[in-house]
């Protein structure tokens, strides 16, 4: 399986998903997929409900993609889950990326 996958089934939608561990070694492919995608007018969906672990260089290219998506005015977002892991959930609530970035919980319950 591979752990940066992309899915364009949704029209005018790029689902970017990760899965596994993610650290310097995936950056720069993932802000390659990433970035052509945005030039391409896709808006962005970032699945991270199977990863397990990401590091700063990772972080970095979700804040610097959410930046280019406002830039060329398309939405994005990404989607934490149940399977989200506990890493990765504890570095977005430490740092405060949940606040910072467009976080959809897919797991959660509807008010």
Avoid: C, K, W
């Amino acid at each position: 399986m591979e752990r940066v996958s992309l899915d364009l089934r949704v029209p005018g939608v790029a689902l970017v998903s990760l899965s596994g561990e993610h650290e310097l070694y995936d950056a720069l492919q993932l802000r390659e997929r990433i970035t052509s995608m945005l030039e391409s007018g896709r808006s962005i969906v970032v699945d991270l409900t199977e990863t397990v672990f990401v590091d700063s260089s990772i972080v970095g290219v979700l804040l610097e993609a959410m930046q280019l998506a406002a830039e060329r005015g398309v939405d994005y977002s990404v989607v934490l889950g149940e399977t989200t892991g506990a890493a990765v959930r504890r570095m977005f609530e430490m740092t405060g990326l949940d606040g910072i970035l467009p976080v959809v919980e897919r797991d959660e319950a509807p008010n």
